[in-house]
Nanobody, 116 residues
Framework: QVQLVESGGGLVQPGGSLKLSCAAS????????MGWYRQAPGKERELVAR????????RYADSVKGRFTITRDWTKNTAYLQMNGLKPEDTAVYYC?????????WGQGTQVTVSS
């Protein structure tokens, strides 16, 4: 099993920045991909960003390209999501995700609210 714990959410004004962290524990060996998803009220969960081996290949939703950056510290089994230029439409619960072998794991989610 893999456990994921997110942190770093909160309330921020439009144009502001937040950095989310996702720490993985348990059977972290062979985790080859980590990502961030988000779900706004009344909407489906959507992919925000993903980072995968080999080569730390990254993938982003069109709506966040140029504003969000996903990184991973392999030594700490931690993934990060740097969010800049936040907009009200970025308001959602953000979930961390990890894929190990054929299994997908989820964190409990962290709320991000963008409002003046």
């Amino acid at each position: 099993q893999v456990q994921l714990v997110e942190s770093g959410g909160g309330l921020v004004q439009p144009g502001g920045s937040l950095k989310l962290s996702c720490a993985a524990s348990g059977f972290t060996a062979e985790i080859y991909s980590m990502g961030w998803y988000r779900q706004a009220p009344g909407k489906e969960r959507e992919l925000v960003a993903r980072i995968s081996t080999p080569g730390d290949n990254t993938r982003y939703a069109d709506s966040v390209k140029g504003r969000f950056t996903i990184t991973r510290d392999w030594t700490k089994n931690t993934a990060y999501l740097q969010m800049n230029g936040l907009k009200p439409e970025d308001t959602a619960v953000y979930y961390c995700n990890a894929i190990r072998r054929s299994a997908m794991y989820w964190g409990q989610g962290t709320q991000v609210t963008v409002s003046s």
